[in-house]
Structure formats: structure tokens, C-alpha cells
């Protein structure tokens, strides 16, 4: 039973470029989440999709955007990339909002130089 | 977002039970107590939750105090691949919080062969 899949792994972007993230869920979950950890610090949250919808936003700015698609697989768009942004992204997936527990990816590094 | 406390580290021997504490005096009714930890280069995974009642399951227990305002996370015979960051979350199931999961530091646990 294949898990959370997030690709790619390790991404190098340059400052002031915009950058997808790709996740696919695990099988039967219909609920994903994107956060983002900095080097040291536990993931801090930036948004949740459920039924195509973006249902609950952390504080990140507009420059974070995503999509759900009617598979469940979603998308994290990051734009005008500063350095600041380089992190690990994480997808994490559940069942109908994860009363159950999420399963995460194993991420994507971005680094922005 | 409820707080939670945890120390920063701690360090365990293998084969040794665990006991690793969380604090939570600004728990709400609606609030779970969820742990997840994660292993070096991967994303978090789900270990337990639980409401009011102690929980059990092949990874862990969890203790929950009376008045809810402490949990502990008890791994029974500690081994090297529990070595990772521990982290204790409460989630909202009330209101419009669907699910979103916020992170603290956590505990860094090494373990010793």
C-alpha cells in the first residue's frame, strides 16, 4: 500500500522564480495538507485542501497558493521565491479532515538561491 | 492554537521503557491529544492520540491525566530506530479547525545501545 508520494525530492530554484510541488495521497484518503519546516523547527502549517477546496490557510501569504484535484493529488505553487523559502515541504493526507491521524510524505527539499 | 510544553530532549537506554511528558494546561474539551514523531530525513508519523482515556496501540501508550492537562507518551522497550523527534499536538475537532496540526519543537529522544 503505497504511502504519501511527493516529487520531486530535492528542488534548487533561483530568487524570484516560482516553483510546484506534486503530491499524491495515500490510497482512500480525500483530505491534504501542506506544511512547510524549516531547518530545526517542527512544520508549521500552510494550508489544507478537501473536496477540491482550499478549506483552512495558515498564515503564509498569497505567494502560497494550491489545488486539489478530483483524484485528490495536489499541488503547492510557490511564487516570487525569496530565500527565505527554502525549507522542506510536507504533504500530509487523511481521511476526511484525519480524525484518524495524517500520513505525511517524505517531502520535497527546496532550496533557493 | 492550544499550547503544549515538552523538554527539549531526553535520553533513553535500549530496552528500556520511555516516558516522555507533555503539558497541556490550556486544553479545551474539544481538544485531542495527538503524538507524532519523525525520524532523521522523513517526514512525521502518526504514533497515537487519544481524548480522555489511556490508549494503547503496537507502537506506544499514552497516558492522559484526570484533568486532561498532561499526557505521557510511554514507549515500552526502547530500541535505536525510536531515536527522533517526539512531538505532542492538540487538535481541535470543534468548530472550523479541520484537523490542522500545530507543531511545537518537541522532543529530541537519543536512545543508547
Known amino acids: 500500500d503505497a504511502g504519501v508520494t511527493q516529487s520531486p525530492t530535492h528542488l534548487i530554484k533561483t530568487r524570484g522564480q516560482q516553483v510546484t510541488l506534486r503530491c499524491s495521497p495515500k490510497s482512500g484518503h480525500d483530505t491534504v495538507s501542506w506544511y512547510q519546516q524549516a531547518l530545526g523547527q517542527g512544520p508549521q502549517f500552510i494550508f489544507q485542501?478537501?473536496?477540491?477546496?482550499?478549506?483552512q490557510r495558515g498564515n503564509f501569504p498569497d505567494r502560497f497558493s494550491g489545488h486539489q484535484f478530483p483524484n485528490y493529488s495536489s499541488e503547492l505553487n510557490v511564487n516570487a521565491l525569496l530565500l527565505g523559502d527554502s525549507a522542506l515541504y510536507l504533504c500530509a493526507s487523511g481521511e476526511g479532515g484525519g480524525n484518524y491521524g495524517y500520513t505525511f510524505g517524505s517531502g520535497t527539499r527546496l532550496t533557493v538561491v | 492554537d492550544a499550547k503544549t510544553t515538552q523538554p527539549n530532549s531526553m535520553e533513553s537506554n535500549e530496552e528500556e521503557p520511555v516516558h516522555l511528558p507533555c503539558n497541556h494546561s490550556?486544553?479545551?474539551?474539544?481538544?485531542?491529544i495527538h503524538w507524532y514523531r519523525q525520524l532523521p530525513s522523513q517526514g512525521p508519523e502518526y504514533v497515537i492520540h487519544g481524548l480522555t482515556s489511556n490508549v494503547n496501540n503496537r507502537m506506544a501508550s499514552l497516558a492522559i491525566a484526570e484533568d486532561r492537562k498532561s499526557s505521557t507518551l510511554i514507549l515500552h522497550r526502547a530500541t535505536l530506530r525510536d531515536a527522533a523527534v517526539y512531538y505532542c499536538?492538540?487538535?481541535?475537532?470543534?468548530?472550523?479547525?479541520?484537523?490542522?496540526?500545530?507543531f511545537g519543537q518537541g522532543t529530541i529522544l537519543t536512545v543508547h545501545p
Open positions: 485542501y478537501y473536496e477540491e477546496e482550499e478549506r
Open positions: 499536538i492538540l487538535r481541535d475537532v470543534g468548530g472550523t479547525s479541520y484537523g490542522k496540526l500545530t
Open positions: 490550556t486544553i479545551s474539551g474539544t481538544d485531542y
